[in-house]
């Protein structure tokens, strides 16, 4: 996993000039086509393993939570959901996306035309497919199951 990028495999591994200096360099491949060359000790800090079982239960646990409810200005929750996506933290990541139903999910129930923000909606968007993504390959789903397992966690907020 590349934080806010997704998933992707290492396809190549060798050495490389990097600022002027031959450094090591591994080749990361995205499932977006996107090929990104990084410096071993930056890929290191940057590309962490797929989600374990343990850690997809972990993911379900914090789907399911009521989690706080958020009374920020629509700048601050951008602001954080942001940071949240940029980090690639699975668990943030599933907070975003169970926060950003919820939001969605009231907003709809009291009426209102009112839904997210066209900001907050990419965020969301974003945060659950690289979500799907990872349970999705985590667990040997095909997408569409791996957004049926989000959900089915979410329950009647889904989508």
Do not use: C, F, N
């Amino acid at each position: 996993m590349y934080a806010s990028h997704g998933v992707g495999r290492v396809v190549a591994r060798g050495k490389a000039a990097v600022l002027g200096e031959v450094q090591e360099i591994v080749v990361l491949e995205l499932a977006d086509g996107l090929s990104v060359t990084l410096p071993l000790p930056r890929a290191h800090e940057q590309l962490r393993p797929l989600v374990s079982e343990a850690d997809v239960r972990r993911l379900q646990e914090t789907l399911h939570e009521d989690g706080p409810s958020s009374g920020d200005v629509w700048l601050t929750r951008l602001k954080q959901a942001q940071a949240k996506l940029r980090g690639g933290d699975p668990v943030q990541l599933a907070e975003l996306v169970r926060d950003s139903a919820r939001r969605e999910r009231m907003l709809t129930a009291k009426g209102s035309k009112s839904q997210l923000s066209e900001g907050e909606r990419k965020l969301y968007r974003k945060a659950r497919q690289l979500l799907s993504e990872e349970i999705g390959l985590a667990r040997g789903l095909e997408p569409a199951e791996a957004e049926a397992w989000i959900d089915e966690q979410l329950g009647p907020m889904a989508r």
